[in-house]
């Protein structure tokens, strides 16, 4: 079986059984459920190297060449899209295949220290950007401001679509999203929905900021690859919602 289906299977078995989120403290959204998933993993018996704030991905196999990057969601709350901090999903990195594990829990009152998973969506880090080839660099350049010495720095915030936003039927279940041609090992998986993505016909190359008008002009080439189907398959365990069906949702641009 491999790797990213142990992870799921073992994901799946702890929301079903209701094993619990805790809360680190009240300030942090972001350890919380990536504890929660590193629980899982270490629970699969598979070894990774340890998180922290500034790698990518976050849990990163040490047997496998997989990568597994945490995405909590309260809900309600934000759910169709989520910051990436200087880093553009991708499906592969440094020789790793990323997998994204995203997990919607209540929004927490503050004298509560822990709560369920509601639903989960593991899927390839391709289904959210099928590009692996953009290196993000932040830049920098000074002699702005009266004096000539303020320096600007530009670093980039991407807003990414979630798959709650990106496909339909995944609400109150555990999905799991992979390229179409992956081979699943598991008889505890079913296949529960074909989702194609279509790459655009125009695809951003640059931009510039006016810093008097503050106005932003986009600048896009012909994509070599318009038109390209990039193919997932949507599995779910067997009995846990196998008969909801996930499609695609219509693209917003």
Not at 26 to 35: G, I, L, M, P, V
Not at 36 to 65: K, M
Not at 106 to 111: G, I, L, W
Not at 220 to 247: C, I, L, Q, T
Request: proline share 6%; charged share 25%.
């Amino acid at each position: 079986m491999g790797a990213v289906e142990q992870v799921f299977l073992e994901c799946e078995r702890a929301r079903a059984q209701g094993d619990l989120i805790q809360r680190v403290s009240a300030r942090d959204k972001e350890f919380h459920f990536q504890n929660w998933v590193g629980d899982r993993i270490a629970a699969c018996q598979l070894a990774s190297d340890e998180p922290g704030r500034n790698t990518y991905p976050d849990f990163r196999l040490v047997n496998h060449p997989e990568g597994y990057e945490v995405k909590g969601l309260e809900f309600p709350g934000r759910e169709a899209d989520y910051d990436s901090n200087s880093q553009v999903p991708t499906g592969e990195h440094h020789g790793r295949e990323v997998f994204y594990v995203f997990g919607r829990y209540p929004k927490a009152e503050k004298e509560v220290e822990e709560y369920p998973v509601l639903d989960l969506v593991v899927c390839h880090g391709s289904f959210l950007n099928a590009d692996n080839e953009y290196v993000h660099k932040n830049k920098s350049f000074r002699g702005f401001g009266s004096y000539g010495d303020i320096l600007v720095r530009d670093r980039k915030m991407y807003v990414v679509p979630t798959p709650f936003a990106l496909a339909s039927g995944t609400a109150g279940l555990a999905t799991l999203i992979v390229p179409a041609e992956y081979q699943v090992q598991s008889d505890a998986l079913v296949p529960v929905g074909d989702l194609d993505r279509v790459e655009v016909s125009e695809v951003l190359v640059s931009y510039e900021f006016n810093m008097q008008t503050n106005e932003m002009v986009t600048y896009k080439e012909p994509n070599p690859n318009a038109g390209r189907v990039h193919s997932f398959r949507a599995y779910r365990s067997r009995g846990a919602g196998d008969n909801k069906f996930v499609a695609l949702k219509e693209p917003r641009h």
